[in-house]
């Protein structure tokens, strides 16, 4: 595993800011972290980087302790934290060029040029002069310009334009293709099920919950409403958790789709919808969705 991290614990006073998080990632792999604010999720990934001490357990990125050889593990890393603190002195380019010679990298690539059309960034321009979302976009560049196997980002999508948000996936997506490891805490339920193969949700420090979005790819949310009262209709095969109200029936479906289509051919179905189930249900079951 790229990523490992076993009973992973940080306790400030009488405060259990994470709880025992195990979790594993292996190269090629995009996962989530959801949660509401103080569920654990930048105080997990600080851990993963080195900046805090655990209270007990360990995680270690290539094999190596996350605290006890942190120098080494985050040389595989490249790392977005979710409150910028850039040198405002410095234009966006020269930027890339110190934060690159750092890593004893060559910054001024086609690469570079590339992901500053792609971003549509002028990277001449002071750092002082830039909006907080071109900001955030030039630390994106930096993050992704090394190709690192690990790639972790809090809060990745914070201030970014529809189109910047849209943009960022499609290079996480090309990251995952290249092989690397990306781990990503957010807010936002569709951009999560748009990239990520499993999520772990997190509820007051302790994880409660892992999905694997391939699986719940596979369900969908089937509203019917029939022409007659729904009581004592049997529902189709692979229908679970059924709610029937009135002439209503409302169900999960994990089963094939035409099986599904030939039961509602049968119905006297006067209006139907069929959509993803999604991650909100699964979400709700912990936290109440905000907005």
Known sequence: ??????????????L????RLDIDVKPGEIVGILGPNGSGKSTALRLFLGFLKPTSGRSAIAGHDCWNDSVNAREHVSYLPGELRLYENMSGVQLIGFLSDLRRQPAFTSRMVELARQFD????RPLAQM???MKRK????????????????????N????NMRDQLLSQLIAAKKRGQAVVFSSHVLTEVEQVCDRVAILQRGRLVHWQNMSELRTVRQVHARLGHPAEGIAPPPYAQSVSINGTAIDFEYAGPLPDLLR?????????????????????????????
């Open 16 to 19: 259990t800011a994470l709880d």
């Open 131 to 133: 909006s907080s979302g």
């Open 1 to 14: 595993m790229l990523l490992h991290a076993e009973s992973l614990t940080k306790v400030y006073g009488s």
């Open 138 to 157: 030039i630390a994106l560049m930096q993050v992704l310009l090394p190709e690192t196997p690990l790639v972790i980002l809090d809060e990745p999508t």
């Open 159 to 162: 201030t970014l334009d529809p």
């Open 121 to 124: 960034i002028e990277i001449e």
């Open 263 to 291: 039961w509602l051919a049968d119905m006297d179905v006067a209006d139907v919808k069929i959509e993803p189930m999604g991650l909100s249900k699964i979400y709700q079951r912990f936290h109440r969705l905000e907005g």
